[in-house]
């Protein structure tokens, strides 16, 4: 299918007929519209919002005010107004949320917050409160350059840990019992510093296990302290620190052995079941407008422990409740709420003791900037616990180590793939697919709704990564069966992966001796499915799966490992970070921008008559790389412009007289390709009639951008293809588009062949090449991927233009369409 192998029109893409109706009122539909455009009745595109912008852009806004706010109450030491008990408190809380929110330690106001608290030891501040506080700044700040600030508050909060008694494990201010919000805190800062570098004694983790597994309530929560009814803050803290504890104290469930074997699929740890009857009693008190079982107190507080919950336990929904979203509602109802003069403040504030705007503001901005994660991958869950979770920590431990070699915060999540929907699934860019059991339900509907679940995941550009986590079970026959359910074509069967795909080396090449089979599933403008079965070694033992050696990554943990094992440990986890970088092109999106999915019936007139319909012109050059590509521009054009579209799928033959029903006509490819004389002749009367074409060479495949200009650049002798002028009026907002005059275009960069893919990024002119008849431009083609960037699945490789300059481009040229 690649290269120069010529194909015959039937075996690469035969007609798909459907019934076709003319649209009769083309003329009258471009006339309405060009006269909306020039009365001013669609306001440039530029400013013409995304789907889920609104949204997404008011909580963007809350939180940039929110950080004004609080640079703007900053004292001139660096400090914000501390109580009087409770030294660097203030200060420390309102760093750390600027931090988290994403300004830099660089930044002005963070540096003299910095200096500020770099005068003050544990010693002088003795409270567990700010000293755990302070310690999370220097972890998020630069934790190599604190890292003798953070050992230094790490003991203090050691030598501070209650050590006899009931209250043995947990903190307390001093001379006061134990509670369960010191203690909180302060396993918090343990942990951030332990990832940090820092050495925590055994004792004080098996302590403070103690203390949080003693002071469960029956009903699976936690109180202020022991014995006390539970609330929604207090039993966030408890199933917090209860994560934290066992991730620290467990053993993983893949172990090295004396010989430096490495042993998979170990017994799972216990614990997970209080972990459980926490989240339990959390879902049946679940609500963000108050603190459960604590009414209004502490709300703020509560929202900035439950999105720890959330994040630390990989859910997105608690219950049946996306924690999420009904918090960021609910906070910009109360921004509302207290606005002056119907003027939304850049602040929240609270009853009682959140009532000080620098405490309630702290928290919200914790809560929103930390919850809005980009999702990176989720894990899917399927089937028994000891089947699909057979390493609990193999994507955690995956995700902390891309974030460290990206330099970005990022999330993961756990699915339940049966009870989620497509939508649900396209929040997560990668879906990673584990087990040991055949993930093919008994139940025949079942396997039939669960294929198609998978095929329309991935026809709306999501990736799917599967692995045989333990070779002794039915995974891969079950896996291959359902890969044969959902991709029942047979150009879409699993195929090794060749030496040369970008995968081996889109962040960091592999090392020969650490290859391993892969297999794909090419569909799309990509390989969208990627599976890793069991492997035989050459002593007979299976490799430790991807899985396996991702659970034994303990990231800043101290573990120490045998070079040996090591280098096999970190290959696994590089694959892995080359993977989910070839299925992301590091272009993911905040949660919230998922919060809105736009109506495409709101957005579409209901009478078919009055809509814009385009044909997809079939042809043997891989008309069918990017399916999704064309309704795409089309629904971009719907939500952003409100015109009334036809997503209907027509794919019409050349040949087909059809065509003529058709202002414009879409083509893509990235195959050589030739056309018959007929043909020929079809799209040559096509466009002396006045239609057009719009076609890209996907991923700027040469093959195709060499036929593409053999075929056209003789069908119409004297009116040969040449390049489209820069100052060309197609660039400009002339007809209602946008200002595309320079657009960012990515450009993969030659390397060898032990280097990581590399690319450049550019900001260029648009290059469009057009056949010009009558003063217009009949054809329009792009040498340069557009088809791939419209579905989002540009990876490394694809040279072309980014997706939003690709929409941009494409919307002009279709509104370009409309007035000739």
Not at 80 to 103: F, I
Not at 528 to 534: I, M
Not at 720 to 748: E, K, N
Request: aromatic share 10%; glycine share 8%.
């Amino acid at each position: 299918m690649m290269g120069n192998t010529w194909q015959t029109w039937e075996s690469a893409c035969p007609a798909r007929p459907r019934r076709l109706t003319a649209n009769a009122n083309l003329l009258k539909l471009i006339a309405s519209i060009l006269g909306c455009l020039l009365l001013g009745t669609f306001s440039p595109m530029v400013e013409a919002q995304v789907p889920g912008e609104k949204l997404a852009a008011a909580l963007e806004e809350s939180i940039n005010r929110a950080i004004e706010f609080l640079k703007r109450s900053q004292q001139a030491d660096g400090s914000w107004p501390d109580p009087v008990n409770m030294p660097c408190g203030m200060t420390s809380l309102c760093t750390l949320a600027l931090l988290s929110a994403g300004v830099p330690p660089d930044d002005p106001a963070v540096a003299r917050a910095l200096r500020y608290l770099l005068d003050h030891s544990p010693e002088d501040i003795n409270k567990t409160y700010p000293i755990a506080l302070q310690t999370m700044v220097y972890c998020r700040a630069d934790p190599s350059r604190y890292l003798p600030q953070i050992q230094e508050n790490v003991q203090w909060l050691a030598k501070t840990q209650i050590q006899g008694g009931a209250d043995r494990g947990g903190w307390s201010y001093p001379g006061s019992n134990a509670d369960n919000s010191n203690s909180q805190f302060a396993v918090l800062a343990l942990y951030e510093a332990e990832r940090a570098g820092a050495r925590i004694p055994d004792a004080v983790w098996t302590a403070a296990r103690q203390y949080w597994e003693s002071g469960q309530n029956p009903d699976g929560s936690w109180g202020y302290r022991q014995g006390q009814p539970g609330t929604g803050s207090m039993t966030c803290a408890g199933i917090t620190s209860l994560i934290i504890i066992y991730d620290v104290v467990r053993q993983p469930a893949a172990q090295v052995d004396d010989q430096n074997r490495i042993n998979c699929c170990q017994p799972a740890p216990g614990g997970i079941d209080r972990i459980q009857r926490g989240l339990n009693w959390l879902a049946r008190h679940f609500t963000v407008r108050q603190n459960p079982q604590g009414g209004n107190i502490w709300v703020f507080y509560y929202l900035y422990g439950l999105e720890r919950v959330g994040r630390l336990s990989a859910l997105r929904f608690i219950g049946q409740h996306d924690w999420y979203r009904e918090g960021s509602a609910f906070l910009l109802e109360l921004k509302a709420t207290v606005a002056a003069g119907g003027v939304p403040t850049d602040y929240w504030v609270g009853p009682n003791m959140e009532s000080d705007p620098l405490l309630a503001t702290s928290f919200a901005l914790l809560f929103l900037a930390k919850g809005r994660r980009p999702i990176l991958l989720s894990k899917v869950r399927l089937g028994p616990e000891g089947s699909w979770n057979s390493h609990p920590n193999d994507v955690y431990n995956l995700t902390t180590y891309t974030e460290s070699r990206w330099k970005m915060d990022l999330g993961w999540q756990i699915v339940d793939i049966a009870a989620a929907s497509v939508e649900d699934l396209l929040q997560s860019p990668v879906l990673y697919l584990g087990g040991v059991d055949s993930p093919l339900p008994s139940d025949p509907a079942a396997q039939k709704q669960l294929a198609q679940k998978i095929r329309d995941y991935v026809d709306r550009g999501g990736f799917l990564l599967a692995e045989a986590t333990c070779p002794q079970g039915t995974f891969d026959k079950g896996f291959r069966q359902l890969m044969a359910m959902a991709f029942p074509e047979p150009e879409y069967a699993l195929q090794m992966l060749p030496p040369e795909h970008p995968i081996w080396r889109a962040e960091e090449a592999i090392p020969p001796q650490f290859l391993r089979p892969l297999l794909g599933i090419e569909f799309g403008c990509r390989t969208s499915v990627v599976y890793a079965p069991a492997v035989a070694g050459k002593d007979g033992r299976f490799l430790p799966s991807l899985s396996c050696l991702w659970e034994l990554h303990r990231l800043g943990r101290g573990v120490t490992l045998a070079p040996a094992v090591a280098e096999e440990v970190k290959a696994g986890v590089n694959l892995g970070v080359n993977i989910l970088a070839y299925a992301t092109n590091r272009q993911l999106k905040y949660k919230y921008e998922f919060f809105e999915r736009p109506s495409l019936v709101a957005a579409q007139d209901t009478v078919a008559r009055d809509r814009i319909a385009v044909a997809q012109l079939l042809h043997p050059g891989g008309c069918h790389v990017a399916p999704r590509a064309l309704n795409n521009l089309l629904e971009a054009a719907a939500q952003q412009l409100r015109l009334r579209v036809d997503l209907a799928k027509y794919e019409i033959n050349i040949t087909d007289p059809a065509l003529f029903n058709f202002h414009l006509a879409f083509m893509h490819g990235r195959n050589a390709f030739r056309l018959t004389e007929d043909e020929r002749q079809q799209l040559r009367l096509y466009l002396e009639r006045g239609g057009m074409i719009l076609a890209d060479a996907v991923c700027a495949n040469r093959a195709f951008a060499e036929s593409f200009r053999r075929e056209f650049g003789t069908l119409i002798p004297e009116h040969p293809l040449q390049p489209i002028p820069p100052d060309d009026p197609i660039y400009t907002t002339a007809y209602g588009g946008f200002d595309v005059r320079f657009v960012s275009r990515r450009d993969p960069q030659p390397v060898g062949p032990d280097s990581p893919a590399a690319e450049a990024m550019r900001r260029v002119p648009p290059e469009l090449e057009g056949i010009r008849l009558d003063d217009r431009w009949a054809v329009i083609f792009s040498p340069y991927d557009l088809s791939c960037a419209l579905e989002r699945q540009q990876t490394v490789g694809c040279r072309g233009y980014i997706p939003e300059d690709a929409a941009r481009l494409g919307i002009n040229i279709l509104l370009y369409s409309l007035q000739q």
